[in-house]
């Protein structure tokens, strides 16, 4: 798809100079900037830094159509479930996912954004000015008041408030009173001098932009309007009145902790912090393609026996549509000559045209041999079976060996470092097929509670993205979609490197930390899933569960030093690479989930820095900036392992690196003595 731009609404931001107003500027991002970071109620800078702009209304590109919609739409449901399960809101705007024809998925195409209106501040006296956007349409107009300087900027800062609403700092700031019945009431109070009044002219007497230095001083008579900003949420204000029989008293709290301040206080921030804007995000694997290999494969007929065949991965629904796609890549390899992927792509659609019949023979008396009643374990197997059955791979070795020269003579050096590193498998992955997808936002927190004022708990609200209007409905060709709220996808295929462990060293490991896993019935992996304790599939409470714990941790940390490492290899932003854990491979794919075509960063790596790339894992990927104060407390922090919230779906919880090089069990008091011993000072 090509890129397309954010429009702007109404004006523009800031014309350029003269008295006359320009066409409606744009400016050009890509899709994934419009999917995770150009969103809807975000404050930006226009190109150049020629404004601060709020980006509004979305556009598709495309609609997915309402067979394809229940797997995302599941997926948020669960994650809004969990939201609320730890104290988190959901804005009363936001549809139950479970409703049918309230949403539309789709990819974005553009963006409409319009001036932030805000308090001007002039970069030479620091005077304050208060003008609408329809005020500075001339160069004129945008001169200093005070000393005519054409250095007039927007105030950078606005506040926001945990339930996500956002106000900029203008003539009149959201404040409260206390009525004759001491019930609270909200006002607006003027930004002006009490002596001068409307005459007066006020400036920020400290040229730093330090929330916590701006004062507000009246130039003619030296008056300190304000020793600070401060403002509240009218909103919430609002809604307690409501809730409480219309009377918002100091004492109504929604927390044992909070007050009314604390529940209504809103802080203050730069407009473009972290804390401004959170996207909420998610990423599926897509389950429904045909299968690329016919070649048996044990790891795959031990794992058919541990879910139902109702649950297993089949060739139904996205057959035919995986069948196109086949072809479509045979097409291409015939078109570059490539012989090998020509022979692979052949039989890979034999495969998927005749069907699995000998595994559907089979299933009846396989069914429920080893089963495993947890519904996380039977996630992760059926996208497992997936992975294995479903997706293009390579041995990564083998691509190397096959790069010639240097790259082929330190082929024995990378089996080497595998056998230390203890890496069973490794290999290169073309096509992972991800649905990567944006469904709201919120601010003041990323998780469900934030703190304010001392008190802790207060929730934090997820706020869905604006309703389609008419315009871009029509855009669709789809005008009955008017007034869905849309959820922000891509769906590509991916290529990575995948990475799992050897199944005998992990249980020595764990026994080697107390953990003994009965292994004489069972095939080792099934013995290790059998022992795993339910969970939520977003892991909050991973550090409860003393075998998944360290299981989970092992390869989940494993992953994020796998990220760390590939960023540099592969040239790939660290935001851009994402992680697909599949636990009962004990193994995970890091992919490069920046674009929706190839751009061939992870095959390069595996073909070219392979033997430095696995050095690096055990080698500066570990080291934190922090420590020894990390590793001696949790061993994972942003200094180290923490990986960006789009980047990881269970958001940074169990990971620890002394997982793999020993040291504080991260799940322990930091006054414990409690150590962990590393997979890899185990010998090989």
């Known amino acids: 798809m090509a890129d397309r731009q954010p429009g702007q609404r109404g004006r523009p931001p800031v014309p350029a100079s003269g008295s006359r107003p320009i066409a409606r500027p744009k400016m ?8 995770f970071n150009y969103l809807p109620g975000r404050t ?82 620091s005077r304050l000015s208060f003008l609408k956007a329809s005020q500075l349409t001339t160069s004129a107009a945008r001169r200093c008041p005070g000393c005519s300087a054409p250095r007039l900027r927007q105030i950078p800062h606005v506040f926001v408030h945990g339930c996500g609403e956002l106000v900029s700092v203008q003539e009149w700031l959201p404040g409260t009173k206390k009525s004759a019945d001491g019930s609270v009431e909200p006002i607006n109070r003027p930004l002006r001098c009490p002596r001068c009044g409307t005459a007066g002219e006020l400036y920020l007497p400290a040229r730093s932009e330090r929330v916590k230095d701006m004062s507000v001083v009246c130039r003619k008579c030296d008056t300190q309007v304000i020793d600070r900003f401060t403002a ?3 909103r919430c204000l609002k809604e307690i009145a409501r809730t409480n029989g219309g009377v918002a008293s100091p004492a109504v709290s929604g927390t044992k902790t909070a007050t009314l301040v604390t529940r209504i206080a809103m802080r203050m921030t730069r407009y473009s912090a972290s804390d401004t804007y959170y996207p909420q995000t998610l990423t599926t694997l897509r389950l429904d393609r045909p ?22 991965p089949t060739e139904s629904e996205g057959a035919s549509e995986g069948l196109m796609a086949l072809v479509k890549r045979l097409r291409d390899a015939e078109a570059c000559g490539d012989k090998e992927k020509i022979a ?11 069907g699995s019949k000998a595994i559907q023979d089979t299933e009846a008396a396989e069914e429920n041999q080893w089963a495993i009643s947890d519904r996380d374990i039977e996630r992760s197997v059926s996208e497992s079976l997936a992975f294995k059955q479903n997706v293009n791979s390579r041995s990564a070795t083998a691509m190397a060996a096959e790069s010639g020269g240097a790259t082929a003579a330190l082929v024995p050096v990378i089996e080497r470092l595998c056998r230390r590193l203890g890496i069973r498998d490794l290999r290169w992955v073309e096509d992972l097929p991800v649905i990567s997808a944006t469904y709201g936002f919120t ?40 007034g869905t709220v849309p959820i922000l996808a891509r769906e590509a295929e991916h290529e ?92 995970t794919v890091i992919f490069d989930n920046s674009n929706n075509f190839r751009l061939g960063g992870m095959e390069s790596m595996v073909r070219h820095q392979l033997a430095a790339f696995l050095e690096n894992l055990s080698g500066s990927a570990l080291d934190c900036l922090y420590d020894p104060d990390c590793i001696d407390h949790k061993g994972a922090c942003h200094g180290c392992v923490h990986s960006p919230e789009i980047s990881c779906r269970v958001f940074n919880h169990g990971l620890s690196r002394a997982f793999l090089i020993g040291g504080h069990a991260p799940w322990s008091d930091v006054a414990s003595q409690q150590q962990i011993i590393g997979y890899w000072q185990l010998e090989s």
């Open 28 to 35: 050009q991002r890509g899709v994934s900037q419009l999917l």
């Open 291 to 312: 299968a690329v290999s016919g070649k048996s494969d044990p790891e795959v007929d031990v794992l058919r026996k541990v879910i139902p065949s109702r649950l297993r």
């Open 443 to 482: 601010r003041r927190s990323f998780e469900p509670t934030y703190q304010e004022l001392g008190s802790a708990g207060l929730p934090t609200q997820v706020r869905p993205f604006p309703s389609l209007d008419d315009r871009a409905a029509r855009r669709l060709g789809k005008p009955e979609l008017k």
């Open 496 to 587: 990575g490197v995948f990475l799992s462990l050897d199944e005998e060293r992990v249980l020595r490991w764990l026994a080697a930390n107390g953990i003994s896993l009965p292994t004489d019935s069972l095939p080792r992996i099934v013995a290790i899933l059998k022992s795993l304790e339910p969970i939520d599939r977003y892991h909050d409470d991973i550090w409860d569960c003393s075998v998944r714990r360290y299981v989970f941790g092992l390869v989940h940390s494993l992953s994020h030093i796998a990220m760390r490492a590939a960023s540099r290899f592969a040239g790939v932003e660290r935001t851009s690479i994402s992680e697909y854990i599949f636990l009962p491979l004990l193994g």
């Open 232 to 234: 509240r949420c009218h």
């Open 44 to 125: 930006v800078d226009w190109e150049d830094g020629l404004a601060i702009v709020q980006l509004g209304a979305i556009r598709l590109a495309t609609a997915w159509e309402p067979q394809k919609m229940p797997a995302v739409l599941s997926e948020v449901s669960a994650l809004l479930e969990r939201w609320r399960s730890r104290g988190g809101t959901i804005d009363s705007r936001f549809p139950d996912p479970r409703e049918a024809g309230r949403f539309t998925i789709g990819t974005p195409e553009a963006i409409d954004a319009s001036f932030l209106e805000t308090a001007l501040v002039c970069g030479r006296c």
């Open 344 to 354: 692979s792509l052949s039989q890979a659609i034999a495969a998927a045209a005749l």
